[in-house]
């Protein structure tokens, strides 16, 4: 079965340092992995995205993301964190064929000034 | 370019009334799916539908709830005789595909609804 794990419920780190959000995936084949973030009362909106090629991709608001297919993951990173990039993250995944998204249950980040 | 519409944003339902949640998809896109939010939860999945099709309902609970995009008009979400459990955040999103998996979903603000 197709799961996502986050295994930090909160990520903290001092503004200007830089920041990793973990995600680990188990999807059968090659899998599209994607990161979305979520601001309080606001719908998620789409960072970045794995399809195929570069395993490090970029993304939007400075993020990247490296994809490791020995590890099964897809940390998200970005090397200077801002106030403003506190929010929820959430990783998802989507098996090759199939149009659905599932979620990891999400990381807070909190950057602190 | 508007983005994924939802109404209403926030909606209280008594027990055993119904609730109607509505989308529009962003200008240009084709396919909308339905997501859940429960409480300090990641979303859920619940149905993936093109205009006048469903084409995957495996997230969506057997009994009370549906869903349709008619071919004018937006994708409604509705849940007859609510049940506390329901009160969640219910999320559409919407994609333009492109011919292959792997779009990305375009999510609206959510609907957060309340059952009392």
């Known amino acids: 079965a197709q799961s996502v794990a986050q295994p930090e419920d909160q990520v903290n780190v001092a503004e200007g340092n830089p920041l990793t959000v973990k995600c680990t995936y188990s999807?059968?084949?090659?899998?599209?992995l994607f990161w979305y973030v979520q601001y309080p009362n606001r719908g998620l909106q789409f960072l970045l995205k794995y399809i195929t090629g570069d395993n490090l991709v970029k993304g939007s608001y400075g993020f990247e993301a490296e994809f490791n297919k020995s590890q099964t993951s897809f940390h998200l990173k970005k090397p200077s964190a801002l106030v403003s990039d506190s929010a929820l993250y959430f990783c998802?995944?989507?098996?090759?064929?199939?149009?659905?998204?599932?979620f990891g249950t999400g990381t807070r980040l909190l950057v602190s000034p | 370019n508007a983005g994924v519409m939802q109404n209403p944003r926030h909606l209280v339902r008594r027990r055993g009334q119904e609730a109607r949640l509505r989308c529009s998809p962003m200008?240009?896109?084709?396919?909308v799916y339905w997501y859940r939010q429960l409480p300090e939860e990641g979303l859920k999945f619940m149905v993936y539908?093109?205009?006048?099709?469903?084409?995957?309902e495996s997230g969506m609970p057997k009994e009370r709830f549906s869903a349709e995009f008619p071919k004018e008009g937006p994708s409604i979400l509705r849940i007859q005789q609510v049940v506390r459990g329901d009160s969640a955040a219910y999320f559409c999103?919407?994609?333009?595909?492109?011919?292959?998996?792997?779009?990305?979903?375009?999510f609206g603000p959510g609907t957060r609804l309340t059952v009392t």
């Open positions: 200008k240009g896109h084709s396919h």
């Open positions: 999807v059968s084949g090659n899998p599209y």
């Open positions: 998802a995944s989507m098996n090759t064929g199939f149009q659905k998204l599932v």
């Open positions: 999103a919407s994609s333009q595909r492109l011919g292959t998996s792997g779009d990305e979903q375009y």
């Open positions: 539908l093109q205009k006048e099709n469903i084409i995957d």
